[in-house]
């Protein structure tokens, strides 16, 4: 036996040919199973209760199988008028921790009458909700609405298009527009914040190049200068 390798002298084992259960089970990783369940038509095919390993093995419970993984229930489950006040047909909590569902080679699909996503922050860092899509993120309702009560942005390094095949509202109580030109020209209806904003840093970035610029010169004439002196020696 390999030095460190965990040894129970109570495990013990119950099965026939279509199943098992073992008590005190070994794993190959050397961590040990309180209860374990297995298949024995399908040595992937198991629920195992371990006791040891790190801190989110310790005291686990894995469910593992070759084919899917079904879970029905709520038949008694209460549902009330507009789902304002409905009983929980499943209930998933972490205590403590995330919640990860992944599905690397297929789609995560999420269907009811209603959907709820709720993010309760406790400081400015957290109370995120994220979506992030390296194709496309589609909306498409019969009615939608955006509300921010500090902000709302729409930012697109190339397009944006906004579009009211019958009726475009823009209300604002103060309104800024300017494009490229404005930075050059100036804007038709008088100075604004976002212009004087363009220019100012226009100016800035042209300040910076010019301190830039004259840093590096001075570098290579320091940086000739010594060649010449060391050259010299």
Same mark, same amino acid.
């Given at each position: ?5 965990r040894e129970n002298f109570h495990t013990v084992r119950y099965g026939t040919r279509d ?5 005190? =089970?070994? =794993?190959? $990783? @050397? @961590?040990? &199973? ?7 038509? $399908? ?6 209760? $371990?006791?040891?390993?790190? !801190?989110?093995?310790? =005291? ?5 199988? !070759? ?8 038949? @008694?489950?209460?549902?009330? @008028? ?21 599905? !690397? ?5 999420? *269907? #009811?009458?209603?959907? +709820?996503?709720?993010a309760n922050g406790y400081n400015g860092n957290t109370g995120y909700i994220r979506l992030? &899509? ?5 909306l498409k309702s019969k009615s939608i609405d955006i509300r921010g009560t500090e902000t ?13 095949? &019958? ?8 309104? $800024?527009?300017?494009?490229? #030109? ?8 008088? !100075? &604004?914040?976002? +212009? *004087? ?10 300040? #910076? ?8 010169? *001075? ?15």
């Open positions: 036996m390999a030095k460190g390798q199943g098992e259960i073992q008590f005190g =089970h070994i =794993h190959q $990783d @050397n @961590n040990e &199973s309180a209860v374990m369940f297995r298949s024995g038509h $399908d040595w992937l095919h198991y629920i195992t209760m $371990d006791h040891t390993g790190d !801190p989110v093995r310790k =005291h686990s419970t894995i469910c593992r199988s !070759p084919g899917s993984f079904q879970v029905k229930a709520g038949d @008694n489950a209460r549902v009330t @008028n507009n789902n304002l006040a409905n009983d929980a047909g499943i209930t998933l909590d972490a205590v403590s921790g995330d919640i990860i569902i992944r599905a !690397p080679r297929g789609k995560l699909r999420i *269907e #009811a009458q209603d959907i +709820e996503l709720l992030d &899509s390296n194709e496309k993120i589609i709302a942005r729409f930012f697109s390094e190339k397009t944006i298009d906004v579009i009211g095949n &019958s009726i475009m509202n823009i209300y604002g109580g103060l309104m $800024d527009f300017a494009d490229g #030109a404005t930075k050059l020209r100036g804007s038709k209806c008088g !100075p &604004s914040s976002t +212009e *004087e904003n363009a220019k100012r840093l226009k100016d800035e970035n042209a300040s #910076a190049m010019r301190e830039q610029f004259a840093a590096e010169a *001075e570098q290579e004439a320091w940086q000739r200068e010594q060649d010449a002196t060391t050259g010299g020696t």
